[in-house]
């Protein structure tokens, strides 16, 4: 009873819409209609800019941290967090509160490996950050720090962090179907951050 308790609310906080609720509060506009019509941290950052979507990005990340440790409040194993922290990320993708719509989940996956394994969340973060510096591209930055992750995890030997990053892995390509399209045709949209957005901005102002 207690783990199907901490399923549920996992999900609810999963589902909290951050980028809605940022969108709608701070800029009177509803995320969906603009950008890529996603409720992520990336169309945030595009349509709202950098401080707006930092403050997105941080928030879905805890939402997932807050999430996964609801095991921990409740007494149960550490290893829960792994799994009831996916229902986490599955409120974020389909939220109660936006209709079962919601974002591509790598934010709030993030979450989950801080609840879990802070430094390995640290070197991912770095990876990501670096990613996203260099290219602008936030797709591109996920999904290659998944893939990363998923592969660290194999070194860890814990089976349990490794069978729930495979899983989490699955969800954010599937989600990234659209990006890896856009990416293949080389019309990936930057966000406006990174060294990329610069060289984009610089071309623009010699026009």
């Avoid at 969906?32 to 401080?51: I, L, M, P």
């Avoid at 079962?100 to 990876?127: D, E, M, W």
């Avoid at 990363?148 to 490794?162: G, Y």
Wanted: overall charge positive.
């Amino acid at each position: 009873m207690k783990l199907l308790i901490c399923a549920i609310l996992a999900y609810l906080i999963g589902s909290f819409p951050t980028a809605y609720l940022v969108g709608k509060f701070f800029f009177h506009k509803n995320i969906f209609d603009y950008g890529s019509g996603n409720v992520g941290t990336t169309n945030a950052y595009r349509v709202f800019g950098k401080y707006a979507g930092t403050l997105v990005l941080i928030i879905d990340i805890l939402k997932g941290t807050l999430g996964a440790l609801m095991p921990v409040f409740f007494g149960l194993d550490h290893h829960w967090v792994l799994f009831v922290g996916i229902c986490a990320v599955i409120g974020h993708c389909f939220s109660i509160f936006l209709k079962f719509r919601g974002g591509k989940a790598v934010a709030t996956s993030a979450g989950i490996l801080l609840a879990y394994n802070p430094l390995l969340f640290t070197i991912c973060f770095i990876v990501l950050a670096t990613i996203v510096y260099v290219t602008s591209m936030v797709s591109v930055a996920s999904l290659t720090t998944v893939l990363f992750f998923t592969v660290a995890s194999l070194f860890l030997h814990d089976w349990i962090l490794t069978t729930v990053a495979a899983i989490v892995t699955v969800i954010i390509y599937v989600r990234h179907i659209p990006n890896i399209k856009r990416l293949l045709k080389g019309k990936e949209n930057l966000v406006p951050i990174g060294l990329q957005y610069k060289k984009q901005q610089a071309k623009k102002n010699q026009k």
